[in-house]
């Protein structure tokens, strides 16, 4: 079956750096665009960063560019995500999403940026 299982979240000081991986599995993931979202307490899920399915075109939002860097390799059916100088707002849970129609979800994993 289609699973995405993200990994790599925890706490982290201001200013401090993780990197998310997410795993998947159960289908072609190499054809893909992948992407990362968020999701704060009481705020919408929204999304951080995409990667196209061969790895050449990426975006970021306007809040996370210059510190994330979003990367994938096909060989692992894995997609990660580089977080440095991370800020107290950049506290979520993190979501991976392959973007098949419907699109595959993973579970999330937790990220808290706090003193």
């Known amino acids: 079956q289609v699973q995405l299982v993200e990994s790599g979240g925890g706490l982290v000081q201001p200013g401090g750096s993780l990197r998310l991986s997410c795993a998947a599995s159960?289908?072609?993931?190499?054809?893909?665009?992948m992407g990362w979202y968020r999701q704060a307490p009481g705020k919408e899920r929204e999304l951080v960063a995409t990667i196209s399915s061969d790895g050449r075109f990426i975006y970021y939002v306007d809040s996370v560019k210059g510190r994330f860097t979003i990367s994938r390799d096909n060989a692992k059916n894995t997609v990660y995500l580089q977080m440095n100088s991370l800020k107290p707002e950049d506290t979520a849970v993190y979501y991976c999403?392959?973007?098949?129609?419907?699109?595959?979800w993973g579970q999330g994993t937790q990220v808290t940026v706090s003193s």
């Open positions: 159960g289908f072609t993931f190499s054809i893909f665009g």
């Open positions: 999403k392959a973007g098949a129609y419907p699109p595959y």
